[in-house]
């Protein structure tokens, strides 16, 4: 079959299309015929080594849609250990879910990972109630445009995004968000604090703007860090969260999918709304296997908007 992998750990050059054996299908886990893999923020962390250090060399990849062998149901799968930029995957078969009819590939892909991690941070983690002021970093993102929707399907009253270009705030105000808001504005804690501030902070950026939307928080606000790796300046003290009676969470989506019930109903759910044209994954670009070098660079400038798709039977 084949793949994008990588041989050494690095930049977006490292990544080459090569011919390589299909992987096997070892206890638990189904082989699944894809047909689109996703590029998620996370494959350019694995890139590099600073998040998840495969045996080299590696297939990256951590979703894809497509058949399952076994049986040719239409599935969509996460796969925790990379393999998705491949003709074949061998995900997990507790981490594969049916795509339901009314759900073309492409929405069921760009829903499944980043749908789930945007859900659980707002639900599990950030305990959003009806009436909530909702704030989103990175908004535009592959999970933040979903967390600006699924805010306000749970009954947010206020969704304030976060985000660092004009089209892209332009593109937030579309899908309902009521204020946008540039990430570099140097007041940006006072501009999340007008209007009483916020019940919930989404923050997947972590350093300044985490820091911003703690400051921001409404007393008995909660912030939820999605996906930052931490570091000195995203740090505060209890005493902070004291002062505004506030509290502080992360949110991984590795203890939703360890939960089979908890990630089927989420799954459904999504497709539920996905179905009923209530939530929609935005695509910014599918790109053949031979592009996907360029998509991690797109991706690490912050050019795209939502998510991005790798056609992994086209080259050119």
């Not at 297939?59 to 998705?84: M, S």
């Not at 590939?105 to 859900?119: N, P």
């Not at 989404?202 to 928080?217: E, T, Y």
């Not at 992360?250 to 009923?276: I, M, N, P």
Request: aromatic share 4%.
């Amino acid at each position: 079959m084949r793949a994008a992998l990588i041989h050494r750990y690095g930049g977006p050059e490292e990544l080459s299309v090569e011919t390589v054996p299909e992987p096997e299908a070892g206890p638990g886990r189904v082989l699944v015929d894809v047909t689109l893999a996703g590029l998620n923020y996370a494959d350019l962390e694995c890139r590099t080594g600073e998040y998840l250090r495969f045996p080299l060399p590696a297939v990256l990849g951590v979703d894809v849609v497509g058949r399952r062998r076994e049986d040719g149901r239409r599935v969509v799968a996460l796969l925790r250990t990379g393999g998705g930029y491949a003709h074949v995957a061998a995900p997990e078969a507790a981490h594969t879910v049916e795509v339901p009819d009314g759900v073309d590939d492409e929405q069921a892909l760009g829903l499944l990972e980043q749908g789930a991690t945007a859900y659980g941070a707002l639900t599990l983690a950030g305990r959003l109630r009806p009436g909530d002021a909702v704030g989103v970093s990175a908004a535009a993102g592959g999970v933040g445009h979903l967390a600006v929707q699924l805010a306000r399907e749970l009954g947010a009253s206020r969704v304030v995004a976060l985000s660092s270009t004009p089209e892209k705030r332009e593109y937030l105000l579309s899908l309902g968000a009521d204020t946008v808001l540039d990430p570099a504005d140097p007041d940006l804690a006072g501009r999340l604090a007008e209007s009483g501030g916020l019940d919930l902070f989404l923050d997947s950026v972590g350093g300044p703007v985490l820091r911003a939307g703690l400051a921001g928080l409404a007393p008995f606000g909660r912030l939820v860090s999605v996906g930052a790796r931490g570091g000195v300046e995203d740090a505060f003290t209890m005493g902070e969260l004291t002062e505004r009676s506030a509290g502080a969470q992360g949110f991984w989506l590795k203890h939703v999918l360890t939960d089979r019930a908890l990630f089927e109903g989420v799954a459904d759910h999504l497709f539920r709304l996905a179905a009923e044209k209530r939530v929609v994954a935005r695509i910014d670009r599918t790109v053949p296997l031979s592009g996907v070098a360029g998509a991690h660079r797109a991706m690490a400038a912050r050019e795209t908007i939502g998510k991005v798709l790798v056609d992994v039977h086209r080259e050119e």
